[in-house]
């Protein structure tokens, strides 16, 4: 029958979707969130004196102290953002323009004021304990902002097909999520965003997402 099949075509291309903005939030938010955000610290811890050692961050992270727990919290966090600010790119990507480069600049632009804006604060511990002040600031403003330069090239690269990204049509999916458990709220909140958006796909009344 006609409707069964075309229930399943909007099923097959939710997922298709859901499996490519998992894919990118994986891969930018590890590199960019997770690897990114360890490394500024690092630099920091090595520019700041040594009394801000063990001093807990603003994100609850102990300062100074490189930890496979504490790294792989950086991880989680950077992979659980990354999904999201995937998905944001998908929704707003129809309305960017300009060249590749343009629209990569424009995203960068628009993470670092917005991300960068909610993650700094004066009252932070971040920002009154680590130095120079202006290289921390410039840290946490540069990461969102890398993120959204990568962004686009990464989700035009997944979305190329004959990639191992698409090798048994996201079957890798669940074990790749389950590596970042924290990660399955925001995997759960872009399913339902994704289930609603096919659902009214057929009314044109979401065409974006």
Not at 19 to 43: D, H, K, N, Y
Not at 88 to 116: D, E, H, K, N, Q
Request: aromatic fraction near 10%.
């Amino acid at each position: 029958p006609e409707e069964p099949l075309r229930l399943r075509d909007l099923a097959a291309d939710a997922f298709d979707r859901l499996r490519e903005i998992v894919a990118v939030g994986l891969i930018t938010g590890f590199l960019v969130g997770g690897v990114g955000s360890r490394l500024a610290m690092l630099l920091l811890r090595l520019t700041s004196p040594d009394t801000v050692v063990g001093v807990e961050s603003d994100d609850g992270f102990a300062i100074g102290q490189v930890t496979l727990g504490g790294t792989y919290g950086l991880l989680v966090v950077g992979v659980a953002f990354g999904i999201l600010g995937a998905a944001f790119y998908r929704l707003l990507a129809p309305w960017l323009i300009g060249p590749t480069w343009f629209r990569s600049l424009t995203t960068a632009l628009g993470c670092g004021a917005v991300v960068g804006s909610m993650l700094v604060h004066t009252d932070g511990v971040d920002f009154r304990l680590l130095e120079p002040t202006w290289l921390a600031i410039a840290l946490f403003v540069a990461i969102p902002a890398a993120f959204g330069a990568v962004v686009g090239p990464t989700t035009t690269w997944v979305q190329r097909q004959g990639t191992w990204l698409s090798v048994g049509r996201g079957r890798w999916l669940p074990a790749a999520v389950l590596l970042f458990p924290a990660a399955l709220i925001t995997v759960a909140m872009v399913s339902v965003a994704l289930v609603v958006s096919t659902l009214f796909r057929p009314l044109q009344l979401v065409t974006s997402f």
